[in-house]
């Protein structure tokens, strides 16, 4: 077959794309379970980090499985039920009406960590909050997002913002009030709230709505614990 025809820059370029494909295919597939551990690990340090916990990638399995004593699911009625909570995918929670719980041994004292998912200004925001065992004081939380805006919205992933939520109530009087995210200066009544991020409005908002929403599910088990 003669190079210069148009048949031969057909087949040659078929093989060299099926070659291409394969090799792509190969590599995913060889890299797919240090992306599920890398991923593992991600959340271990993000459900760490709420708790006030930090580590470093080689120290998360291990500081992990020393702090959370236990993890199960619940429906919105407070009730256990069945699965993984770990392997629960935040994304899913209100489909399936499952939602999360870590309980962590810190310094002797027991947390409860509970996951949050909601809807940032470009894209899905998610987080967990730990509360002491009165079922309503904050003791600490962890954000993150999958496209804020850096220097604006994307502040919600430091610790300079999820460190104000410490101490704060998620009760008053046995009812549940959520925790307000303001603009800064302002104050809303009957409930605790933070000052949001400066130029980021939508993502504070954002965030304002997934504790409202997330927690909300949460409300009976808290009671139970309370």
Known sequence: MKRESNLYTIIYASVMVVLVAVLLAFTSESLRG??????ANDKRQQILRSVNVSVSGAETEAKYNELIKEAFLINEKGQQVA???FAVDAAKMFTE???PVFVANIGGTTKYIM???????WGPIWGYVAVNDDGSTV?????????????????IATQAFSSRFAGKQL?????FKSIAIVK???TVQGQDYIDGIS???ITSAGVNRMIQQSIEQYVAYLKTIK
């Open 34 to 39: 240090l992306q599920k551990k890398n991923e």
């Open 83 to 85: 699965g993984d909570a």
């Open 97 to 99: 009406n499952t939602y």
């Open 115 to 121: 996951a949050m998912y909601g809807a940032g200004l």
């Open 139 to 155: 003791f600490g939380t962890d954000f993150s997002h999958q496209g804020e805006t850096p220097g604006l919205g994307a502040e």
């Open 171 to 175: 009760f008053k009087s046995n009812v």
């Open 184 to 186: 800064q200066g302002k």
């Open 199 to 201: 130029g980021g409005t």
